[in-house]
Nanobody
Framework: QVQLVESGGGLVQAGGSLRLSCAAS????????MGWFRQPPGKDREFLIA???????LRGDSATGRFTISRDNAKNTVYLQINDLKPEDTAVYYCAVREGSLTNSARAYDYWGQGTQVTVSS
């Protein structure tokens, strides 16, 4: 059974940083892209950024230079570093994986984590 477990969320002051982690298990993730989405309160889920095993990335419009994705293939873990956090970054952050090419479409992702809450206070 595939499981994605996010961690690293929490309450942080504006200007701070967080590093979110997502550990995947239950199968081989060779050939899978790993990505991050977020859902702000009252809004739709939006794509942030995704990464392939090779390190190639796809960045969404919302993932400014403050967002950095990385991946440890040996650990099947993907990370999201967010710097200079802003109140508008408040959201539930989800990781997701899909077999094949990177895409910004949530519907194309095969497996999802349960989400981790990030709250940024001003």
């Amino acid at each position: 059974q595939v499981q994605l477990v996010e961690s690293g969320g929490g309450l942080v002051q504006a200007g701070g940083s967080l590093r979110l982690s997502c550990a995947a298990s239950g199968r081989s993730f060779n050939g899978f892209g790993m990505g991050w989405f977020r859902q702000p309160p009252g809004k739709d889920r939006e794509f942030l950024i995704a990464i392939r095993e090779s390190g190639n990335t796809l960045r969404g419009d919302s993932a400014t230079g403050r967002f950095t994705i990385s991946r440890d293939n040996a650990k099947n873990t993907v990370y999201l570093q967010i710097n200079d956090l802003k109140p508008e970054d408040t959201a539930v952050y989800y990781c997701a994986v899909r077999e094949g090419s990177l895409t910004n479409s949530a519907r194309a992702y095969d497996y999802w984590g349960q989400g981790t809450q990030v709250t940024v206070s001003s």
